[in-house]
């Protein structure tokens, strides 16, 4: 028994392991030069509908009115994407002189992140608990270009094409989990348990790319993007109790990223480099997996 005569409340731990589908876009662009300018947009690249299956583990720790911790980390392996690689002559994307469209259908995707938190109880019918949190995050992208083919000028299919361009984006973050569920199971309704999380992050992005065509770059690394940059994830889901132990889970997953200006530095074959500017770098994914949860 607790000071003030209640019983003290358990320790809650658990297991998360679901799997489903998952969807990214990418798109990067650079300068002319490291002002920004002639022309202010030399090279774009977009990664659309990015598909891919997912599988993630999550841990959780809930000690009442003493610290909560969370973990978790996934991987996707790609299956399905588009890529398009756009060169402009002239400033706000005129004068396209060369654009390919090409298949992103294969590499891989993992995220993983840690927090620690303090939780606040409150309701009794139906128990809440608020958890603020900080914590540190780590997010690549393998993405691989195959399948070329040449729009402009309109040559066809070129063969050969097996490019990559690697992402990392780290940093720490802030947030929030907010969970709800029945104090006692008396009805059907009572075995849905809800969540929703929110957390902002600060971002280091690297990246870098081996252009596997460019007889005149360096290879294995052709050329590395660095810039800062934040971004939000969102998740949301619930739990259908299935007894003690066991939870069946269903869970939404969103996340939005940017970069400020950066720098990319491309690296030649005959050992020289030369930089300019990065103007930006956007991406955003979401996820959609069920699987199982585990209580001890």
């Known amino acids: 028994m607790g000071i003030d005569g209640e019983k003290p409340l358990p320790i809650e731990t658990e297991l998360i392991i679901t799997g489903g589908y998952r969807r990214d876009d990418l798109d990067w662009n650079i300068a002319g030069n490291t002002g920004g300018n002639d ?8 990664w659309d509908d990015v598909e891919s299956y997912q599988i993630k583990f999550q841990g959780n720790l809930i000690w009442p009115k003493i610290i909560a911790l969370r973990g978790s980390a996934n991987y996707s392996w790609i299956f399905k994407g588009e890529n398009q690689d756009s060169d402009y002559a002239g400033d706000n994307r005129t004068f396209e002189f060369s654009r390919s469209d090409n298949s992103t259908d294969d590499g891989n995707l ?40 040449q729009t402009i000028p309109g040559t066809g ?108 530095k491309v690296f030649f074959a005959d050992g020289t480099t030369s930089k300019t500017q990065l103007n930006e770098v956007n991406w955003t994914s979401y996820a959609l997996m069920t699987g199982l949860s585990l209580r001890f």
């Open 110 to 149: 993992w995220d993983a992140s840690l927090a620690v938190g303090y939780p606040f109880r409150f309701g009794r019918t139906v128990v809440g608990t608020f958890i603020p949190l900080v914590g540190y995050s780590h997010h690549e992208q393998q993405l691989v270009l195959t399948d070329g083919y």
């Open 157 to 264: 299919p070129f063969p050969g094409l097996d490019s990559s361009y690697d992402t990392q984006w780290k940093g720490p973050w802030v947030g929030c989990d907010l969970r709800f569920r029945a104090a006692e199971i008396k009805a059907l309704a009572h075995r849905i348990e809800t969540y929703f999380t929110y957390e902002f992050h600060w971002a280091d992005y690297e990246a870098e790319a081996d252009w596997n065509l460019r007889d005149d770059f360096a290879h294995p690394k052709s050329f590395k993007h660095d810039a800062d940059g934040n971004g939000f994830v969102i998740a949301a889901g619930f739990n259908f109790v299935l007894n003690q132990r066991w939870a069946l889970n269903v869970n939404f997953d969103y996340q939005d990223w940017s970069t400020d200006n950066g720098t990319s």
């Open 39 to 46: 022309p202010n947009i030399l090279s774009e690249l977009t």
